[in-house]
């Protein structure tokens, strides 16, 4: 059952479909959570017949945007997505900033989060994701994370090759199932983890599941609140006594 906020971005998707179909123009949300991705999934059937895209800033990304245009539109619109460098200006001196030292300095700006997109992080080094217009007012007001000064630049996306830090894990497990998958990544008891799925915490490829016997493809993107995100990389072979070997991918 939906809460005040989900049916508010229920009714704001279907009136952005709306007018991308009566107007024959392009519109777009700002970034979407899991949740809202789901909620975006769950009411498909409701909109008129457009093309919806979700995107992120790159395949990596999490928190993406929709955007929503006639299925015969005529010209192309840019994405409104902009890509921001933060560097120390004294490396030698920069602490070690964590992904919730970034967010939260740019949104002590007075900044929206939904206007912010992933962060990623490499060599003291971010690159964040966010909407076009507020591209500007972090690029002139953003200057300190924490202790450490630091300056912004927009970048283009073909600049950099911008990926999260993959760590590969390998397991044995009964079945290739979400609940057995889960367990192995964030080395916890499967009894443990049904309550995150039964809850609505784990998504796949942005999907809410509530099935722990479903069983993700490899490649699949899984997603668990409050605990993290991996990838199932792909099934290892099996072994003597008929487990299953797979590989896991876990984002640091």
Do not use: W
Request: hydrophobic share 35%; glycine share 6%; aromatic share 8%.
């Amino acid at each position: 059952m939906m809460n005040k906020e989900e049916h508010f971005l229920k009714n704001r998707i279907i009136e952005l479909a709306n007018n991308a179909y009566t107007r024959n123009i392009y519109t777009n949300t700002d970034f979407l959570n899991l949740n809202e991705i789901n909620i975006l999934h769950t009411i498909k059937n409701e909109l008129p017949p457009v093309n919806v895209q979700l995107i992120g800033g790159n395949d990596y990304a999490e928190r993406k945007i929709a955007i929503f245009s006639p299925v015969d539109i005529y010209y192309e619109q840019t994405v409104p997505i902009c890509l921001i460098k933060i560097a120390p200006i004294k490396t030698q001196f920069a602490e070690t900033l964590s992904h919730r030292d970034y967010l939260g300095a740019i949104l002590n700006l007075g900044i929206n989060r939904s206007k912010i997109g992933d962060i990623f992080i490499k060599d003291k080094i971010a690159y964040l994701y966010c909407m076009e217009d507020i591209s500007s007012y972090i690029l002139e007001n953003l200057s300190k994370i924490r202790h450490t000064m630091i300056r912004t630049e927009e970048i283009s996306e073909t600049l950099t090759d911008i990926q999260p830090t993959l760590v590969e894990k390998k397991g044995t497990i009964g079945n290739v199932r979400l609940d057995s998958l889960i367990s192995t990544a964030f080395g916890t008891s499967r009894n443990s983890i049904l309550s995150f799925i039964e809850e609505g915490k784990v998504f796949v490829n942005g999907k809410m599941i509530t099935s722990n016997g479903y069983a993700p493809k490899e490649n699949d993107i899984i997603s668990v609140r409050g605990k993290g995100r991996f990838i199932y990389y792909r099934l290892l072979g099996v072994t003597k006594k008929g487990r299953n070997l797979v590989s896991i991918k876990l984002y640091q």
